[in-house]
């Protein structure tokens, strides 16, 4: 069965240093999202990619990140410069093959520590 | 504002008994994905069970089903013959169509021997 795949698994980064999360969506989806969990909190949501653009993001999702889709397979979230509080856990999701199920399907996470 | 709301932020369960996590949501859509997730210590979000609201029938995935309340904005969850690996936080989720998911706070499973 496909699934979104996230690398890496775990990331340890110092703080004001630069941090690329990569996520590989299934085939043929066309919508993408970020999401993040603080550890004891809930998930929340970050931002939706659609057509090459953000379609939504949260307030969270301040001027120090940012998301890709550099190739037709990677789909890439960045922060520019780390602080403390972004250490969590990142969710990568897609969804909606056209004419089919808008469904999200959730990748594994990648733990970000910043130290 | 869509929300999701788990009233009960610990449960505990005997192992081989039955327990149920309680969710209900807000919404004005009639078209929308509800979600159960677990999450064990590795913090993976692994899919127990989903439901689409315009299907009547309770969703069931072996050992784990769903009441599902439409009317009532209501997602139970209902796990049988518990397990030691059942043991994990909960997460009810909902989803309107091509939009972002919603999560609740989580509920935190016990499962005593």
């Known amino acids: 069965e496909p699934e979104v795949t996230q690398t890496p698994s775990h990331q340890v980064t110092q703080m004001g240093q630069e941090v690329i999360l990569r996520c590989v969506p299934i085939s043929n989806h066309l919508y993408f999202y970020w999401y993040r969990q603080i550890l004891g909190q809930k998930v929340e949501f970050l931002v939706s990619?659609?057509?090459?653009?953000?379609?939504?993001k949260s307030e969270i999702f301040d001027d120090q990140f940012s998301v890709e889709r550099p190739d037709g397979s990677n789909f890439t979230l960045k922060i520019r410069s780390t602080k403390l509080e972004d250490s969590a856990m990142y969710f990568c999701a897609s969804s909606a093959l056209p004419q089919s199920s808008y469904e999200q399907y959730f990748g594994p996470g990648t733990r970000l520590t910043v130290t | 504002a869509q929300t999701v709301t788990q009233s009960q932020p610990e449960m505990s369960v005997q192992e081989a008994e039955t327990v149920t996590l309680s969710c209900t949501y807000d919404t004005s859509e009639s078209d929308y994905y509800l979600f159960w997730y677990k999450q064990p210590p590795s913090r993976q979000m692994i899919l127990v069970i989903r439901q689409e609201a315009y299907k009547q029938q309770n969703a069931t995935e072996n050992r784990f089903s769903v009441n599902f309340q439409k009317a009532a904005k209501s997602f139970s969850l209902k796990i049988s013959d518990s397990q030691l690996g059942d043991a994990a936080m909960y997460f009810c989720a909902y989803q309107p169509s091509y939009d972002k998911v919603i999560f609740g706070p989580g509920t935190s499973l016990s499962v005593i021997p």
């Open positions: 990619f659609y057509n090459n653009e953000i379609s939504e």
